[in-house]
């Protein structure tokens, strides 16, 4: 019994440090989000699967801890989405990308699209259409030039207000990606009222393609053929070997994207990519 109580204070002590750390990371944050201190973006090239060059970036958000040092996004996205920082916080990385983008062209780069991921509270943002414009217009970029990826949970249940918003974005002249694809609940079955250019298949069935003895082939294959059928391009995400490289050259995969190519990385050193003007 005298045991018992012990362990049960050990776990309420661990429950309080918990939440003392959840909140002090929150406070982090929401300065980081403020500030911009610590903030700014990695980008990770988009390639032609068979000759490997530069189509695209993704823009991937970073963040350095003032104490702890790099946070994971899967971490302070999450976080950020749970606190209400998220709606700040995409702000910045929509400002972040413009920014970059602007100072390539400053460099006399020629500019590649550039992919930027949203999550659903920033989508369905009354505004953001015309928000989205607005930066646009301000900062002298070509609404071609930037492409959004969102996965298809985020039109769950609001699927013709979704596809509508969409199509505004699309309309605008942005690209539109389908993220995450055949991770989610939805089905194939209104893929085409999408109105998306592109469908990135994700990096679980591209990390399984090296093991035989599973469906991953089978699967990547099915998904290629159906969004060639829709019109839509297809990327590979999360390519990590020579093999898997290979392997997809069988499945109509139009781009690629992973380690096997490039790491994300800072602006500077991804602004060596881009040719010059
Ligand atoms: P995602 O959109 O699916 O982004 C791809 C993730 O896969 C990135 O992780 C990237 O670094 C990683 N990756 C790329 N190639 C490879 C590979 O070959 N192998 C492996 N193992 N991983 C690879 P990252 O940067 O940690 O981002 C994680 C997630 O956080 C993203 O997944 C996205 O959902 C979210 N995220 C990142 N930046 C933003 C942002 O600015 N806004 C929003 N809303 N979400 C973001
Ligand atoms: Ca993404
Ligand atoms: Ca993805
Ligand atoms: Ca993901």
Known sequence: KHEGRNTYRLYQADIDRKARDQLSMETALRNAVETGEGLYMAYQPLVRR????????????RWDHPE????????F???AESS??????????????????????GAGKKLVPIAINLSAAQFWQPDFVATIKQKLHDNDIPASLIT????????????????????QLRELGCGIALDDFGTGYSSLSYLHNIPAHSLKIDRSFIEALDHEENN??????????LARELGLKVVAEGVETEQ???LLGNYAIDFIQ???????QPQGQFAEHLSAR
């Open 77 to 79: 996205i999450t976080l």
């Open 84 to 105: 209400g920082l998220i709606l700040p916080l995409g702000k910045r990385v929509i400002d972040l990308v413009l920014e970059d983008m602007a100072r390539w062209r």
């Open 244 to 246: 898997q490289w290979h």
């Open 50 to 61: 068979d000759n490997k060059q530069l189509i695209s970036a993704e823009a991937l958000a």
């Open 258 to 264: 992973g380690y096997l190519i490039a790491k994300p």
């Open 148 to 167: 959004f990826e969102l996965t298809e949970s985020i039109l769950l249940n609001r699927q013709a207000d979704g596809t509508a918003l969409l199509q």
């Open 68 to 75: 702890h040092g790099p946070i994971l996004p899967g971490k």
């Open 216 to 225: 991953s082939r089978t699967i990547v294959a099915a998904i290629s053929s």
